[in-house]
């Protein structure tokens, strides 16, 4: 797509934006019209020209000079141009106003050795004298090409050289005055000009030396008769005017020697260097005129602009500022640079802060990949394109809308940054309590073996090391904000929070496994011990070997101390476990405190079930037919009519019968109470939470606000279970007697 320019009103406006074509464009631009009026197609036209981005690479030349002297036909002569012409029959001023053309010459045969970029400026034929009336356009179009051009032309006949009260020594008193105002204002602002004399229908009987002679006395006596400033009234007309000379032979006589002289003549509008040396005059007729230090300084995109602030401030009779002019260019232009290079910039970070917030918006935490370096290339792309365009104004200027633009943009960077540094957080949060989940899950099944504590630290690293590195590559070097300290130590101290919550889990995880281990532990030795009242010769017969006489009377010992033996292995590997992933006491101690609780109800539970009453009938049973049915040797009786069925069956279940008060209340017999189950599990430990309690039932005599007692605690069987269990188990002991009875009788009979 084509550049687009600045209209003044700073829209962009492509070339026919108002209309304007390359056909409304062919005699060039009418800068100021006959109305006085600044033309806005001025950008467009530089813009068609190609001028508009090359900038400080361009020269503006103006010329002057009275009415009819032949300006306009030496302008399209030397530089092709199309500026109107007054014809021969008709006498009367063809152009209007002031008009601009680019050298059209330039790349052809005709514009060999010239500078790129020129363009001229036709002055309206300013004549106040002929016209009359109009002196004030004379001054005013004078002081227009003064302040933008580095060459002012002055175009006259030979035989108006020497007439000192001529209509050019006029227009040039008006030039002196003219400048030394603006110097007057600011003399930085105000380069050199050089006044180039192109002397018209030469004949060649005076010397062009003899005429640059006259015209410099003229100059001269003009300069000493202006009222100068004071503090300037010493000051030298060559220290603001260079002064070049040249004379053409007449176009109709000889217009061969013409177009040849002018041919030369156009040659010299090359680009030069300042010499010091030169004081004033440029003598050599060869010698290049355009200096470095006659350049106006006003990028060629700001031209346009610049040319309208100065216009209007001359029309509306204004002081001339030319640094005020400069500055408020600088503003305008730094500010719609600043725009333009922000449009490729938005178009790689427009999208990636709108991916961003709807991330947020939708609770997602993806980062952004390579943001770093997408952030770091659009942002010097952009601040080497604003340095590229603006630098060139002034420098002040430049320096404030540069700190603008570099704070505007590095305020949006950096919010990315931090979205990126939050998304990332989030992210490796959450990475990392799956990973160690995950490397969990792999431990147990491969038995539960694994080291949580080093699970986590391994885990914790590769999140700060991810957290770094995605830290590093969303930074853009040397930038204040580049910096990420802060959020990785929140990140580290957020990480240590999880990792606490990590450990709970595990802690959890822990007791259960725990408990469970406690709790099949029991099962099998508590149903041992249960198993064992079915042999009725618990407490008569033998002890197997290396096995202490199991006693019916010390159960409840027995398996009191089964239960304490079980749980206080289970404390013992809890502690070490929970100690080797950095527990701390007082999570163990609450553990501990929790699984001895827990524990109490599965050996509750353990009991429970065996004290089911069926199990019970059943195991009174099989311990009274143990009694009954088998002699001292364990060795079965045959019944004989002369055994003493009876006096054995009532021994036999009345010892059974012994067993159910036993069994009814948790009782040592060591100390003929219940075992000391509060002294055991102890006092709750101070730190228990609420959630640490929920899932504990209370236990009588243990939790004093339950309102029940350790011996209710104990107590398995109640009374009225006890006397019914007693009346069942006569029933049953009754019918084994029943059937002893007639096995004796019936062994009798055969
Ligand atoms: P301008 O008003 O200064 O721009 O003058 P123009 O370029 O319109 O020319 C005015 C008249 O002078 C025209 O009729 C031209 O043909 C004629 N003219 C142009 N150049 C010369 C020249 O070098 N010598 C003479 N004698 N006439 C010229
Ligand atoms: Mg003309």
């Given at each position: 797509t084509a550049p687009s320019v600045m209209t003044m009103n700073g829209h962009f406006a492509g070339v026919?934006?108002?209309?304007?074509?390359a056909e409304d464009f062919e005699h060039g631009v009418?800068?100021?019209?006959s109305e006085k009026i600044f033309n806005e197609n001025l950008g467009a036209y530089l813009q068609q020209e190609r001028i508009i981005r090359s900038g400080f690479n361009y020269h503006l030349i103006s010329v002057f000079g009275?009415?009819?002297?032949?300006k306009s036909t030496l302008l399209n002569y030397l530089f092709g141009t199309r500026f109107g012409v007054m014809s021969e029959q008709e006498r009367r001023q063809?152009?209007?106003?002031i008009w601009m053309s680019r050298n059209?010459?330039?790349?052809g045969e005709k514009g060999k050795g010239m500078a790129e970029n020129i363009l001229v400026m036709d002055v309206e034929g300013t004549d106040g004298r002929e016209r009359g009336e109009d002196q004030d356009f004379e001054r005013k179009s004078a002081l227009f090409a003064l302040a933008t051009s580095e060459v002012l032309i002055v175009n006259i006949w030979?035989?108006?050289?020497?007439?000192?009260?001529?209509a050019n020594m006029g227009l040039l008193k008006t030039v002196f005055e003219v400048n030394l105002q603006l110097f007057l204002k600011d003399a930085k602002s105000v380069p050199r000009s050089l006044l180039f004399f192109v002397i018209r229908?030469?004949?060649?009987?005076?010397p062009l030396n003899n005429l640059k002679q006259t015209l410099i006395q003229d100059l001269q006596k003009i300069w000493s008769g202006l009222s100068k400033p004071t503090g300037m009234d010493?000051?030298?007309?060559e220290d603001y005017f260079d002064f070049a000379f040249v004379a053409l032979p007449?176009?109709?006589?000889?217009p061969e020697k013409f177009e040849q002289e002018v041919h030369r003549l156009g040659t010299r509008f090359r680009e030069g260097y300042n010499d010091?040396?030169?004081?004033?005059?440029?003598?050599?007729?060869?010698?290049?005129?355009?200096?470095?230090?006659?350049?106006?300084?006003?990028?060629a995109d700001g031209f346009p602009m610049y040319a309208r602030g100065i216009w209007e401030q001359i029309d509306s009779n204004k002081d001339l500022d030319l640094p005020t002019q400069q500055e408020l260019l600088a503003q305008f232009r730094c500010d719609e640079i600043s725009k333009e290079v922000l449009v490729p910039f938005d178009e790689v970070i427009a999208p990636l802060e709108e991916q961003q917030s709807q991330a947020v918006a939708a609770g997602t935490s993806s980062t952004i990949a390579q943001l770093g370096k997408v952030m770091a290339t659009a942002r010097s792309a952009l601040l080497a394109a604003f340095e590229e365009e603006?630098?060139?104004?002034?420098k002040g200027v430049f320096k404030r809308k540069q700190a603008e633009l570099e704070t505007k943009v590095d305020g949006r960077l950096k919010a990315l940054f931090q979205g990126q540094m939050t998304a990332a957080h989030k992210s490796g949060l959450n990475d990392f309590s799956e990973a160690v989940t995950q490397a969990v899950k792999t431990g147990q099944k491969k038995g539960?073996?694994?080291d949580f504590h080093k699970i986590v630290q391994t885990e914790k690293d590769k999140a700060l090391k991810r957290f770094e590195a995605e830290a590093q590559g969303s930074l853009v070097s040397?930038?204040?904000?580049?910096?990420?300290k802060s959020q990785m130590n929140l990140f580290r101290k957020e990480l240590d929070e999880v990792s606490g919550r990590l450990r709970k889990e595990e802690m959890r995880r822990l007791a259960n496994r725990s408990e469970r281990w406690v709790r099949a532990k029991l099962d099998e030795s508590v149903g041992l011990e249960f198993n064992k009242?079915?042999?009725?010769?618990?407490?008569s017969g033998a002890p197997a070997?290396?096995?202490?006489?199991?006693t019916e009377r010390d159960l409840w010992d027995r398996i009191w101390s089964v239960f304490t033996d079980t749980v206080s292995h289970a404390e013992s590997r809890f502690t070490d476990r929970a100690r080797s992933f950095d527990a701390s006491p007082d999570e163990v101690e609450v553990g501990l405190w929790r699984l001895r609780r827990k524990s109490w109800a599965a050996l509750r539970s353990k009991i429970d079930e065996e004290m089911m009453e069926g199990n019970l009938l059943l195991k009174l049973r099989e311990n009274f037919e143990d009694k009954f049915r088998?002699?001292?040797?364990g060795v079965p009786r045959i019944w004989r009519?002369?055994?003493?069925i009876e006096g054995l069956y009532t021994r036999a279940r009345e010892s059974t019968l012994e067993l159910i008060p036993l069994l009814s209340h948790f009782k040592l017999?060591?100390?003929?109470?219940?075992?000391p189950l509060d002294a055991w599990i102890?006092?709750?430990?101070?730190?228990?939470?609420a959630a640490d309690e929920e899932d504990l039932s209370p236990i009588g005599g243990v939790?004093?606000?339950?309102?029940?007692t350790l011996a209710e605690e104990m107590t398995l069987l109640s009374d009225a279970k006890t006397s019914d269990l007693s009346t069942r188990f006569r029933k049953t002991a009754d019918g084994v007697y029943v059937e002893a009875k007639r096995s004796a009788i019936g062994g009798v009979t055969q």
């Open positions: 026919g934006e108002n209309g304007t074509s009418q800068i100021i019209d009275s009415q009819s002297t032949g063809t152009t209007k106003g059209k010459n330039e790349g030979e035989h108006q050289v020497g007439l000192y009260q001529g229908d030469h004949l060649g009987t005076t010493k000051a030298k007309i007449h176009k109709i006589l000889q010091p040396k030169r004081k004033g005059l440029v003598d050599e007729q060869s010698e290049p005129i355009l200096l470095p230090e006659y350049h106006r300084r006003i990028p603006a630098s060139r104004y002034h539960g073996n694994y040397g930038t204040p904000w580049s910096d990420y009242l079915g042999s009725g010769r618990g407490g070997e290396g096995q202490k006489p199991a088998y002699d001292d040797e009519p002369t055994d003493d017999a060591r100390t003929s109470s219940p075992p102890g006092e709750a430990p101070p730190n228990v939470t939790d004093d606000d339950e309102g029940k």
